[in-house]
């Protein structure tokens, strides 16, 4: 049963386009760029 729920999930996020990368992309972060918090590699 929980094996038909991923892969029905799976299709639907497919369908969708995917996950969104705002505010995970490394390359954005690193050139400065700011999503509404600070970086959390920056100590």
Request: proline share 7%; net charge positive.
């Amino acid at each position: 049963m929980l094996d038909a729920w991923n892969l029905h999930m799976a299709r639907l996020l497919k369908d969708a386009g995917g996950i969104p990368a705002h505010g995970n992309q490394r390359s954005a972060r690193d050139a400065g760029c700011r999503f509404d918090h600070p970086n959390p590699l920056y100590r």
